[in-house]
């Protein structure tokens, strides 16, 4: 199984702060890597696609970079809304395999 | 609107069977495959394997292989996760997801249906 690491596993910052999440793939995933939110009680939502591509309707604040084993999930400015755990998700090989999570609270 | 609907939660005890449903509106249920993904109680996602409607092609994470069924009837549009003997172990969120063939890009979540395990 490809594993996953996420750092950090929390984060504290202040509104309008950017935020960078790093994801680690244990192998070569190519660009195949998905980032999700989730809020407090909710299912989780997808916010980025193939590594860098915005899903329809996601604010354009937040954005992801990277290939082959290093990623990079960013929110260009921490909004209150932004409030969640967020995930990344390998899709190269199955069994699909999710990171940690990251949990950004506001400080 | 495009929506997976979860079925309830669930209260059960050790041994017993159950059977969860996701049943998917405002889309052709037969253009996307569903995810099934489990979240133990404030723990990260773990995904238990996929199906394809169209013809019941299954997928499953060897860690939940044989623990779980997954199923679909696609004449009514939906999904199925089961367990023939449940432990307090399962005790957790199940989350349906849908995403295109080969994409694995899990793009409409249901609400999630809460199972809890007990004595």
């Known amino acids: 199984d490809i594993q996953m690491t996420q750092s950090p596993s929390s984060l504290s910052a202040s509104v309008g702060d950017r935020v960078t999440i790093t994801c680690q793939a244990s192998?070569?995933?190519?660009?195949?890597l998905n980032w999700y939110q989730q809020k407090p009680g909710k299912a989780p939502k997808l916010l980025i696609y193939d590594a860098s591509n915005l899903e329809t309707g996601v604010p354009s604040r937040f954005s992801g970079s990277g290939s082959g084993t290093d990623f990079t999930f960013t929110i260009s400015s921490l909004q209150p809304e932004d409030i969640a755990t967020y995930y990344c998700?390998?899709?190269?090989?199955?069994?699909?395999?999710f990171g940690g999570g990251t949990k950004v609270e506001i400080k | 609107e495009v929506q997976l609907v979860q079925s309830g939660a669930e209260v059960k005890k050790p041994g017993e069977s159950l059977k969860i449903s996701c049943k998917g509106f405002g889309y052709s249920f037969t253009f996307y495959w569903i995810g099934w993904v489990r979240q133990m109680p404030g723990k990260g996602l773990e995904w238990m394997g996929i199906?394809?409607?169209?013809?019941?092609?299954?997928r499953y994470n060897p860690s939940f292989q044989g623990q779980v069924t997954i199923s679909a009837d696609k004449s009514i549009s939906t999904a199925y996760l089961q367990w023939s003997s449940l432990k307090a172990s399962d005790t957790a969120i199940y989350y349906c997801?849908?995403?295109?063939?080969?994409?694995?890009?899990?793009?409409?979540w249901g609400q999630g249906t809460m199972v809890s395990v007990s004595s």
């Open positions: 997801a849908r995403t295109e063939f080969d994409r694995y890009t899990f793009d409409i």
């Open positions: 998700q390998q899709y190269d090989n199955l069994p699909l395999t």
């Open positions: 192998q070569d995933i190519n660009n195949f």
């Open positions: 199906i394809y409607p169209g013809d019941s092609d299954t």
